[in-house]
């Protein structure tokens, strides 16, 4: 099979014509399939999994209806939601869980260290930093992401993640190879996984549901591949990788100074990334 490019938005006109059934049970059976792995792998039993998702009907399908009447409210998500009354009442007096905005300190610090160019060297790499002293320096790194936790504890805490290393001798601080991967802290892969798959699978929701390419959500794809040719692609993805981060960190710096100084309300979010996934074909 050729590569091809595939994107999210619809292009035909179906506004008039509803949706198989069967062709949503596809698309959810591919969203539901590895979530009940991740909930497997962690203990988590369908019982809870099935109190949350009820909770999020009840709350979308409230959300759904912003202008309608506080009375009768109870009813109308029971009919669009097929939960009864007795249960909706029950979850629509329960807050939905609150979605932090805000990445972890440590996530923006190695943002700023990666892809600030007075933290890197003339090769464009993370130059190692003296942990204390005057720009370029860990410290000062630490304080122009915030002067509320000290640069001694973010230390420990990238150390913790496997995301820094330390050499007592010299007092330098520099990055381990590879990327960002908090391979020592599992809360926060998870924190990972929520909010960048949370992400793109919102934009994905958006374009189909609006019918228009509100979000960039776009993928390349190809079969008939062998395992070493999946090899030799990581490198070219990666690279693909640093010149997206490297372009992107600077421009959203130099945007949310922009907006500061213009005093216009700094109350949108972005985020954009990039993903590659690979396994065996079924035939195989």
Aim: negative net charge.
């Amino acid at each position: 099979m050729k590569p091809s490019i595939e994107k999210s938005s619809v292009d035909t006109n179906v506004s008039d014509v509803a949706r198989p059934a069967a062709e949503l049970s596809g698309t959810l059976n591919q969203l539901l399939f590895p979530l009940a792995r991740l909930c497997l792998e962690n203990g988590i039993t369908f019982q809870a999994v099935e109190e949350m998702l009820k909770l999020a009907f009840v709350h979308q399908a409230d959300a759904l209806q912003p202008g309608a009447p506080v009375h009768g409210a109870v009813s109308r998500i029971s009919t669009s939601t097929g939960i009864s009354r007795r249960e909706v009442t029950r979850l629509h007096r329960s807050q939905a869980p609150a979605r932090s905005t805000k990445p972890p300190l440590s996530t923006e610090v190695f943002a700023r260290w990666t892809g600030d160019p007075a933290f890197r060297d003339s090769n464009g790499l993370p130059s190692p930093l003296k942990r204390q002293g005057p720009a370029p320096s860990f410290e000062s790194l630490a304080q122009s992401i915030t002067r509320d936790v000290h640069p001694r504890s973010m230390l420990e805490e990238l150390i913790r993640l496997g995301l820094a290393q330390h050499d007592e001798v010299s007092d330098c601080v520099s990055l381990p190879p590879g990327d960002f991967v908090p391979h020592a802290d599992s809360q926060q892969m998870l924190g990972l996984l929520g909010d960048n798959v949370g992400d793109h699978l919102k934009a994905a929701v958006d374009n189909v549901i609006h019918r228009e390419n509100r979000h960039i959500e776009q993928a390349v794809f190809a079969d008939e591949l062998s395992a070493e040719s999946i090899e030799a692609l990581h490198p070219l993805v990666a690279a693909h990788w640093d010149a997206l981060r490297d372009a992107m960190v600077p421009a959203l710096t130099a945007l949310i100074e922009a907006d500061r100084l213009a005093g216009r309300p700094q109350d949108q979010r972005v985020r954009v990334g990039l993903y590659a996934f690979s396994e065996a074909t079924q035939n195989s």
